[in-house]
């Protein structure tokens, strides 16, 4: 299906649904299930994943012999 | 025609791991993707882990360092801000709501504190990525379009950046600093300037922006409201055609972290153990140590060289300390284009020197020689001075033997002492001491050049 | 799992059954998409090594665990039966994959799902649909369509799946197996690719309340290293499942029985029932107005954080782009996240569903503070067959009991009920914050008098 037919489709979908919760009187937004907050670290030791730059070379589309990732160049510049 | 700037700044905070995942922060120091791991690098299902408790601390301290409020006793959201880019591996930067509001610098408003997650290193003109810098915790500064000129912009993130500095928060490494600027000009649409890097960088791209904006309103064209980047090599601001930057962010709460509350006790206590302002600094400088203003100000510019001074004056007579750190010191570190806390200069080192020269033993031209290698190297000037035998030489005879020598190699110069021109006999004097590898007195070589030469 | 400690059966020889199992079963079925077969020798050769030298076995020891392709294993492929993740190697272990290990179980493969998990019929794979092994030719239901397939044919002893609107109970039913939507926070989502984050957990799937609670006992727990898990005393599952169930209070909404669209399921559900009343039970009857409008907010919350999650399937670090290859069901997420959350349509569409997820929330914990538990059908009606064509919104219409679990935080069991048609039915139990325990109890009493009858 076209990108522009699901689109034309999706906007009745939520036009829908958005129908349907159109009189929910409630003001509070509930974004988390759980009320907790400040979950926080205290800073520590900095860890060196070793074996990690490796595992991600190795599926990244395109890398440079330094290790970079190599993406597009920028378009403004070009 | 009046100009409207406003800056937003960001200033890397100095912990040692990263904001949502404890890979560490050095990312200069070790070669590409290295400081690494799932969560930085945004593999898919990776989830942060919980943010860094210090990071959100420096924060405090530095929204209270520039008069800010601070929010307290309210949720503070981590935001998911939203843009395509290749530095950002997740797709969205994590940017916090205001941590601290209303501040003023110099005058300057400051509107709003964030705490923020640096994105990695792209090269635009390479093309490539480096991810050792995803993560590591910002600061986020935007002031209200105060300032009024290329000049005001440097002069405002001159003091901001000294703020920072003795905040202690901030990396201490040069070029952390990143400003996006926005200016708009009567008569214009705002415009946004990208990719800022250093003062001196704003400072040009706005001069570049003004002359630009002002040459198109004067051929009575349209200034449009866009983003531009900087390039530093040209010195030319140049419009970003990246749509998404231009775009919505949508932003939302990160359903992965939970919003921060921040105690207003909490902040008590962080503002009860904020270290000193530079501003007060330097007050209390001139009346603690009786140094000139100009001396004070100068060794405040930078909070290591404050600290190093303040050593220093506990052994070494205040003025003197001053005078050394100010002129000497400044020259080396000036010549090598560095800052006093990337020194390896210590305190000991300093007075160990100050010592020498004070009793005699060296010669201040060679205290100076000495203090270039002591910023490089944490080396004991006393040491130095056995090694490599460079105390002030006292013996006449070889005083006489270095004169001697001087004016037999230089006649010319002889020639025009006898004939008048009196600087000449500077440039002899530097004869010797280039012989004497700066170990004589260069008052009693004038001396006994002038008692040598007798017109 | 006794077999293998007591040596009757090696962990080596359980693994080479199921392998056998697999390749025979799962051409038909399509459950599995990757498999760990050296992988899974070798660890269970190393089991084997530890129960002959009388060192002690992790709980899970030898038994075939399948891992639904949306949570990280390192090295093997975790697609979410995505072309656009299709090369995309696990580069760490998920914080549940690490307790599976660290407890002994072996991890046999990834399984099959809809796309993204964005689906709960297991058709929209990249890989080809699953086939339903209990009532073949219908869908198996999803999206842990290949975990739940694996596990009713036989092929796996144990699965874990994720549930974001229903994506753990919805096959459970559709494939008459046992499956646990766990409390939001319990077990740990690290290593989890996101569908939508406020929403989703990972949770267990066995053929038996047993199996269910034993592997939920080895993944459930805080984990430091992420914000979301609660800081909770682990309960021994498996341990006080056994316990009978007098007193229990059952909820039942009238609106349960009039939004289920088969009539057939509502008659059995009311038969288990009448089962579990038999066993001590006591019916009460709880009022949930606004379960129909928990359907339209969960959609609405789930494109936009779809939106976000999807956000660095940008193909430049590993995988594709998402927008140039994936279905079309997850670019219809992504589209319409991307709409409803720009600024000028965001307070009518995200900002309400919001707000109507505390008004389901609210009314959901209100309701158990009349019953323990809520009972109801899974699904309001039964699975298609391939073929059938489906509008957007038939199809989130399978998802009308199960995503108020979800938009509460809440957790919820099914267990198996009979059959219509040939096709299984699943008892769902919601059960308060936490209260997993009670709904292996109530799961568990049901499941040992259905077998005691037959
Ligand atoms: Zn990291």
């Excluded at chain 2, 001139?286 to 404050?306: C, D, F, N, R, W």
């Excluded at chain 2, 007075?351 to 190297?377: D, F, N, Y």
């Excluded at chain 3, 994506?167 to 039913?173: L, M, T, W």
């Excluded at chain 3, 430091?224 to 007193?247: M, N, Q, S, W, Y």
Aim: charged share 25%.
């Amino acid at each position: 299906m076209k990108r522009e037919e699901i689109e034309k489709r999706g906007e009745e979908l939520i036009k829908e649904f958005s129908e349907a919760i159109a009189d929910v009187k409630e003001e509070v937004e509930t974004y988390y299930v759980s009320e907790l907050v400040n979950v926080v670290r205290i800073d520590s030791e900095p860890v060196q994943k070793k074996d990690f730059k490796d595992k991600m070379l190795k599926i990244a589309p395109s890398v440079d012999e330094e290790g970079n990732i190599r993406v597009e160049i920028g378009k403004w510049v070009g | 025609m009046e100009v409207l700037i406003g800056l937003e700044i960001h200033e890397q905070i100095n912990t040692k791991s990263k904001l949502y995942c404890d890979c560490p922060t050095n990312y200069r120091d070790v070669s590409p993707n290295t400081n690494v791991c799932e969560i930085c690098t945004g593999c898919p299902g990776a989830k942060p882990m919980p943010p860094n408790q210090d990071a959100l601390d420096a924060v405090i301290a530095i929204s209270l360092m520039l008069d800010c409020e601070v929010l307290t006793n309210r949720p503070v959201y981590i935001q998911r801000k939203h843009y395509d880019y290749p530095d950002l591996p997740s797709g969205y930067q994590r940017t916090s709501l205001p941590i601290g509001i209303n501040g003023k610098v110099n005058g300057t408003r400051i509107r709003e504190v964030h705490m923020e997650e640096d994105p990695g290193q792209y090269d635009p003109v390479s093309g490539i990525v480096d991810y050792n810098r995803s993560g590591v915790p910002l600061v986020e500064i935007t002031t209200e379009p105060d300032l009024r000129s290329p000049e005001e912009a440097r002069l405002f993130l001159r003091a901001l950046y000294r703020i920072l500095d003795f905040s202690g928060k901030a990396r201490e490494e040069p070029g952390t600093l990143r400003v996006d600027a926005n200016i708009s000009m009567a008569g214009g649409a705002r415009v946004e300037i990208k990719n800022i890097n250093s003062v001196k960088g704003v400072y040009r791209a706005l001069k570049y922006e003004i002359t630009r904006q002002k040459s198109l309103l004067t051929r009575g064209e349209a200034v449009r409201r866009e983003t531009r980047a900087y390039l530093e090599s040209q010195m030319i601001t140049v419009p970003m055609r990246t749509k998404e930057l231009e775009a919505d962010y949508r932003y939302i709460p990160d359903p992965d972290i939970f919003p921060l509350v921040i105690d207003s006790n909490k902040v008590e206590a962080i503002k009860a153990s904020l270290p000193e302002a530079p501003h007060m600094r330097e007050k209390r400088l001139i009346q603690q140590y009786g140094i000139a203003p100009l001396h004070a100000k100068v060794l405040t510019s930078e909070l290591a060289l404050a600290d190093l001074f303040e050593a220093v004056a506990k052994k070494i007579d205040p003025k003197i300390a001053a005078l050394w750190l100010r002129d000497k010191l400044k020259n080396v570190l000036n010549y090598y284009g560095i800052r006093c806390a990337e020194s390896l200069l210590i305190p000991e080192h300093m007075i160990e020197l100050l010592k020498l020269v004070q009793s005699g033993s060296i010669t201040p031209e060679t205290g100076e020689k000495l203090l270039q290698r002591m910023v490089k190297e944490p080396v004991s000037p006393l040491k130095l001075v056995e090694e490599l035998k460079l105390t002030k030489i006292v013996e006449e005879k070889l005083l006489e033997e270095a004169i001697t020598k001087a004016i037999a190699q230089n006649p010319q110069a002889v020639k025009d002492y006898l004939s008048g021109k009196s600087e000449a006999l500077n440039f002899l004097m530097g004869r010797v001491m280039k012989i004497t590898q700066s170990r004589a007195d260069s008052k009693v070589v004038i001396q006994l050049l002038k008692q040598k030469l007798k017109r | 799992m006794e077999q293998i400690k007591s040596r009757k059966l090696t962990a080596i020889e359980n693994t080479e059954a199921a392998l056998a199992r697999i390749k025979n079963l799962n051409p038909k079925i399509n459950a599995f998409i990757e498999l760990n077969e050296k992988g899974a020798l070798d660890t269970a050769k190393w089991i084997d090594e530890k129960i002959k030298q009388g060192k002690k076995v992790g709980k899970l020891a030898g038994l075939i665990v399948a891992v639904k392709s949306n949570i990280n294993v390192t090295g093997l492929h975790i697609t979410c039966a995505s072309k656009t993740l299709e090369d995309y190697v696990g580069t760490f272990d998920a914080a549940v994959v690490q307790r599976i290990k660290s407890e002994d179980g072996i991890i046999i493969g990834m399984t099959n799902m809809d796309e993204f998990a964005a689906g709960s019929s297991g058709e929209t794979s990249a890989w080809g649909p699953t086939d339903n092994p209990s009532a073949l030719g219908h869908i198996p239901g999803g999206s842990s369509s290949g975990s739940a397939a694996a596990v009713a044919v036989g092929i796996c002893d144990l699965a874990i799946g994720s549930d974001t609107g229903g994506s753990i109970r919805n096959p459970a039913s559709h494939c008459g197996i046992v499956g646990l939507k766990p409390t939001y926070g319990l077990v740990p989502r690290h290593g989890l690719i996101d569908l939508a984050m406020s929403l989703d957990q990972i949770g267990p799937m066995a053929r038996d309340v047993y199996g269910c609670a034993l592997l939920l006992e080895v993944i459930a727990g805080y984990n430091p290293r992420e914000c979301t898990t609660l800081k909770v005393d682990l309960k021994d599952f498996t341990k006080k499942v056994g316990a009978d169930i007098k007193g229990l209070k059952i909820g039942i909404a009238p609106q349960y029985e009039e939004v289920t669209v088969d009539k057939k399921i509502y008659q059995k559900i009311e038969r288990a029932i009448e089962i579990l009343k038999d066993l001590g039970a006591r019916v009460v009857q709880v009022n949930l107005p606004n379960l129909k409008r928990a359907l339209p907010a969960y959609y609405l919350i789930n494109y936009v954080e779809f939106f976000s999650a999807t956000r660095r399937f940008d193909g430049r670090r590993y995988g594709k782009r998402i927008e140039d290859v994936c279905g079309e069901e997850v670019l219809r997420r992504i589209l319409l996240g991307s709409y409803i959350s720009q600024k000028e349509y965001r307070g009518k569409y995200y900002h309400k569903a919001i707000k109507t997820r505390s008004v389901i929330k609210h009314e959901t914990l209100e309701a158990f503070k009349q019953a323990d538990v809520l009972i109801s059908p899974t699904v309001p009606k039964l699975p298609h067959k391939f073929g059938a064509k489906l509008t957007p919104f038939e199809m989130y219409g399978y998802d009308l009991f199960t995503v108020p679990t979800n938009l509460s935080g809440i957790c919820a069991g099914v267990v198996p009920v009979g059959k219509i048609d040939g096709i299984p039915i699943g008892l769902q139990i919601q059960g308060k914050p936490l209260d997993e325990l009670t709904i292996f109890k109530i799961m568990e009493a049901y499941e040992k008098s259905t077998r005691e009858l037959s």
